[in-house]
Structures are given as C-alpha cells and as structure tokens.
C-alpha cells in the first residue's frame, strides 16, 4: 500500500528543484567539436591537451594558471574545461569537443589563438603540425551547426530539455570511459548511484560562482536523500584504466578506472536535472581528459 504524499514532501521537492535549477543557470558553457587533420600522427586527447596547455603556458600564463590549472576556481584547482573524443564518426574524425566552462569564457580569445599556436608547435615525437580544418559549436537543445559565428554561450539547467525523459521514464546511466570516484584514497570499483550523485555535487560545487554556493549546500542533503530513495539496480561494469603519457613527470602514468552502468527501473527522480547536466562537465577525477563522461540511455 502506498503512503499518501504530505504538503510538506511536496514542498520540500520543489524547494529541491528550485535550489537545483538556480545552481545549474548559474554555470555558463561553451562547447565546440574541433575537426582536426594530423598528418602521420594518431593523436588523442591527453597529446592534444599538453600541445595546447605548452601553447597557453607561452601565450598567457595567467590564464593558464586560472583555466588550465583552475587556479581561479571557487572550490579549490579545478580546470575550467573537458577536452573528450567526439562521437566516432568517419565523416569528422578525427574530432575532439572542447567545453569551456566558468570563468573560462571570459578568456575566450586567448584560448582561441593558444589552439592557433599548438597547431604549428605540432604532435608527437616529430612535432608534426595539425590543422584545425573546421570548428562546430554544440548546443543542448539545437542541432550542430558551423561555427561561423561565435559559437553561442549556454547554461546547464538548458541541458534537461534535451534528454528525452522524464522523472519516472525508466533509463541506465552508462559511463564507457573511465569513471574515477574516490573515496579514502581508493576508486569506488561498484559505485552506487549516492556515490555518483556525490560525483556530480562536488563538480556542481568547483563550477559554481561564489553567489550560488549556498544553493549548492541547500541541495547537498535532499540529492543523497533523493538518490538513496530512487529505485536502482546493482552496478553492471568492469574495470577500465587509461596510460596516459605524463610531460611533466616525464613517464607513463595509468589512471585505473572502471566502466559499466546503473539501470533506473523507475526513473532518476528529481535527480534527473543533475544527470543530464553531467553529460556534459563530467564526474570524477581526469575529467578534464574526458573521464567519467555520463550518458544517460
């Protein structure tokens, strides 16, 4: 039998939903897929990272302290930006997406002529020059377009209009990269989904503006509540690490990770919000390489 839903529940929800929707518009983004042509070169994302973060040193290294290194973060040093793979495709790869976040935007041109000059400082063990041969601006709630103008400027409470569910629309959380939670110092090999919504508030909280904190506070409690409350499977995955090649120590480093998903019998709840917002600022440690990119199925 089912217990009757009190005002005061349905109030606490909304008060929920209001604290999470100001958190979310108050964290900008920009986002463009970079189509690129790398001659002789397999490149991937950590390589294209340290080219353009040598490139950024040189250019501005006040910036590169402030983004690149997230030395102007509210909460701590989190880089305000994910460089991932775009999605496989043969007509664009190969193809990276570059999202700016926070502050970042207001440096936007540097950041600009930084790729400009990793182009010509080149890849691998040659430095062989790339060439950025087309730039596409992504947005939630349109279809990719060229970026003939600059790519436009949106916020994260935009990205729940373009997931196709609802509260109660029975859905997985799927992550294929590695996802690196940590808790006492050892990665959470069978996260639950309180250990991924613990994830999300904690990149919630290193994104969001100083005026908006308290929001973050405000839905730090209801969210565990919410996420110990929702319906959920087991988690189904396996371990996933990425070796990455390490410029300023000078040796391999690997990243143990895991890859897998959580099923949503019921729906995400009002944690829906969250989630969708996490496919694009990502959950855990290397998000900044792409790690522990969310897809929500």
Avoid at 141 to 152: F, G, I, L, T, Y
Avoid at 236 to 255: I, N
């Amino acid at each position: 039998m089912s217990q009757a839903i009190s005002r005061n529940d349905i109030e606490s929800t909304v008060d929920f939903k209001d604290a999470l929707q100001t958190v979310l518009s108050h964290i900008p983004v920009r986002a463009r897929r970079l189509l690129l042509t790398t001659p002789g070169v397999t490149a991937t994302v950590p390589m294209i990272r340290g080219v353009w973060g040598a490139a950024l040193h040189q250019l501005d290294r006040q910036t590169y302290r402030d983004v690149f290194e997230g030395g102007a973060s509210t909460s701590g040093r989190t880089p305000e930006y994910i460089l991932r793979p775009a999605p496989p495709d043969p007509e664009t790869a190969p193809a990276i997406e570059w999202i700016s976040l926070g502050s970042a935007l207001d440096r936007d041109s540097i950041l600009v002529n930084a790729w400009k000059m990793a182009a010509q400082m080149g890849l691998g063990a040659n430095r062989s020059p790339f060439d950025i041969r087309s730039v596409v601006a992504l947005h939630p709630e349109k279809d990719v377009r060229p970026d003939k103008a600059p790519a436009p400027v949106w916020t994260l409470d935009k990205t729940l209009s373009a997931v196709a569910l609802k509260e109660n629309t029975p859905c997985a959380l799927i992550f294929n990269a590695p996802l690196r939670l940590i808790r006492k110092g050892r990665i959470v090999s069978r996260p639950s989904l309180r250990d991924i919504a613990i994830g999300g508030l904690r990149r919630l909280r290193a994104l969001a503006p100083e005026p908006v904190q308290s929001d973050v506070n405000k839905i730090w409690g209801p969210s565990l509540d919410i996420a110990e409350q929702t319906k959920a499977q087991a988690w189904r995955g396996q371990r996933l690490d990425l070796v990455r090649w390490s410029a300023r120590q000078q040796t391999e480093v690997e990243m143990r990770g895991i890859a897998g998903s959580i099923t949503l019998p019921d729906g995400p709840g009002p944690l829906l919000p969250l989630f969708a917002a996490l496919q694009w600022i990502h959950v855990g440690k290397g998000a900044t390489i792409g790690l522990g990119q969310l897809i929500v199925q």
